[in-house]
């Protein structure tokens, strides 16, 4: 129609096919500005191609810059972070002063006309810029700059947090990251769950293990008193003293104030004048009564006069919490931060890491263990149609097995055997010559190389056991008819070993009673997880799946400290 409004220029797609089955010449800018993302050229089916005479402006950074002809023209490696292929740019030395160009680092927003590369250049790009007019330049001090064109090993890195992102490695994790981020919210709304954010303070510890961080203000407040103290030294006894002979003083003139029928006025001005006394003798009473230290009662330290008026903790996880409306809207989830104070420096731990917990009403463990299967190859089955590029990147680099890896887990059915059957799958490798560091017996927690060799040498795809031993698990998981197992679950993964724990929870009151009691754990802080049971109790499972080990798996990296933007454990929380 002559009359109809095309659309907004962000709104047409980056890659449209025509009837002839071929690339359209549109290109998509970036919504809130006027560039165009690299991903946007560069991740067409043609390799961009078919925009050949297109003028647009990107913006990114200079991976690698060089002049050419003696200083008439420069070729740089341009990233913007939207893709891991980098454009390459051309720029006369009429256009710009190449010298602020060319170092590693270097910010350059710049337009050009998209051209297709001479043949015989040597690039293996279809298309490169050449640029009419340089915008904007952020240059880069290359004596200091600390992320040169060479390589930097992965743990170099860590001690760069605010700049690491613009390497083609820690780029591609976080694409990654986001992707099963996505993947991660878009199944469970697929599947009618609802999100709710549990909360990151809690009073509550889910794991029972006490390795938690405390939340408090005690110790600033007593670092501030302790100072006010040096600088302002507590009245003595006799300041409280010489404050009471005040009151009794004033107190007296009052009282012969009105015993000669004085007028009201000045009645009312002594009154004043003792109610200031009263006053400051309280002040001066109980400043008399402060002391150096953190708050004690009963010898041990007075938590009621912390924030919360209780012993508060980072949480380390959200389950607890998000059970509460599980038991109100059936099926839920949560995806947030989780924090535990293990003091390891292991490759698969750190202090701070983000869960994703879902529970869903009415379901037993069967049904458990079919969700954490279908969104663990829902997710697999996501970065493969999303991120393929990224997954590339990280099989040349770091893991040549990674995308076969995700392949076999989103094509495959999981395996199901019980922790006794594991167990003397794992008896038999042992007596036929397997070693293992960590020896075999029914009780132990499975370690990571006993699950790593049941799935990746006796079955060869993911696992998933379940039915272990009750003295090894928490107290909210349900106990079987056996009065020996629970009816827990985990999943097996090759690369990490356990990638989700998960159970069928106890909703018999007597039995997790006795559960905690067993346990020892205080059953105060549990009333309201235990009211859940005493009013409409209902049947429900959920389990956790550790999101910076799936990153792990699907990348394929060995250190979970490269795989969250910024890691904290031991001794470093940078930023």
Not at 187 to 196: P, R
Not at 229 to 237: F, S
Request: net charge negative; aromatic share 8%.
């Amino acid at each position: 129609m002559a009359d109809e409004v095309p659309p907004p220029a962000h709104q047409v797609p980056a890659v449209s096919i025509s009837s002839d089955g071929t690339s359209s010449s549109t290109v998509q800018k970036a919504r809130f500005s006027d560039r165009v993302r690299i991903r946007s050229i560069l991740g067409r089916p043609d390799g961009g191609a078919g925009l050949a005479g297109q003028k647009v402006r990107i913006s990114g950074w200079v991976k690698t810059g060089r002049e050419q002809g003696k200083g008439a023209f420069a070729f740089l490696e341009v990233n913007d972070g939207s893709c891991p292929a980098n454009l390459q740019v051309m720029v006369d030395a009429s256009v710009s002063d190449l010298t602020k160009l060319v170092a590693t680092g270097t910010c350059v927003t710049v337009d050009g006309c998209l051209k297709i590369p001479p043949e015989g250049k040597g690039t293996k790009q279809k298309v490169e810029l050449s640029v009419v007019e340089v915008i904007d330049v952020g240059t880069v001090d290359t004596a200091t700059y600390p992320i040169p064109k060479t390589k930097l090993t992965l743990e170099r890195l860590r001690e760069f947090p605010h700049l690491r992102s613009r390497t083609n490695s820690i780029s591609a994790i976080a694409r990654i990251r986001h992707a099963l981020a996505i993947a991660t919210h878009t199944f469970f709304d697929e599947e009618g769950f609802l999100y709710i954010q549990t909360p990151i303070i809690t009073t509550s510890d889910c794991e029972g293990a006490g390795e938690m961080f405390q939340v408090t203000t005690l110790i600033s407040h007593t670092e501030k008193l302790e100072r006010d103290l040096i600088e302002n030294p507590p009245p003595t006894e006799a300041d409280v003293e010489a404050a009471r002979l005040i009151v009794k003083a004033r107190g007296e003139a009052v009282a012969q104030l009105k015993s000669a029928k004085a007028s009201k006025e000045t009645i009312t001005a002594s009154v004043a004048e003792l109610n200031e006394a009263k006053a400051s003798l309280s002040r001066t009473e109980e400043r008399s009564k402060l002391k150096p230290g953190l708050p004690k009662l009963d010898g041990k330290i007075d938590y009621t006069q912390d924030f919360f008026g209780r012993q508060a903790f980072l949480t380390v996880s959200g389950q607890l919490q998000v059970e509460t409306y599980a038991c109100g809207l059936s099926d839920v989830y949560t995806f947030g931060p989780t924090f535990r104070a293990e003091n390891s420096h292991t490759s698969r731990h750190l202090a701070e890491f983000w869960m994703v917990e879902p529970e869903l009403a009415f379901a037993d463990l069967e049904d458990d263990m079919n969700c954490a299967e279908a969104y663990v190859r829902y997710m697999c089955k996501w970065l493969l149609e999303k991120r393929y590029d990224d997954m590339e990147l990280m099989a040349k680099n770091f893991d040549k097995g990674c995308i076969d890896r995700l392949k076999l887990v989103a094509s495959t059915p999981f395996g199901r055997l019980t922790y006794t059957k594991a167990i003397e799958l794992l008896e038999e490798a042992v007596a036929k010559g397997k070693e293992f560091v960590n020896p075999v017996e029914w009780g132990i927690d499975l370690a990571s190389e006993h699950e790593r060799y049941l799935t990746e040498v006796v079955f060869q795809k993911p696992l998933i056991v379940y039915n272990y031993p009750k003295g090894i698990k928490a107290f909210y998981m349900r106990l079987n008819d056996d009065g020996k197992t629970v009816a827990a679950m985990d999943v097996l993964v090759p690369k990490v070993g356990e990638l989700i724990g998960g159970s069928q929870r106890e909703e018999r009151i007597d039995v997790i009673m006795e559960r905690i009691e067993e346990m020892g754990l205080p059953v105060e802080p549990y009333e309201w997880y235990l009211d859940l049971r005493r009013y409409g109790t209902a049947k429900h499972s959920g389990f956790g799946l550790g999101f910076e080990r799936m990153v792990l798996f699907a990348t394929g990296m060995d250190n979970i400290r490269d795989v969250i933007p910024f890691p904290r454990y031991p001794g470093r929380a940078d930023l």
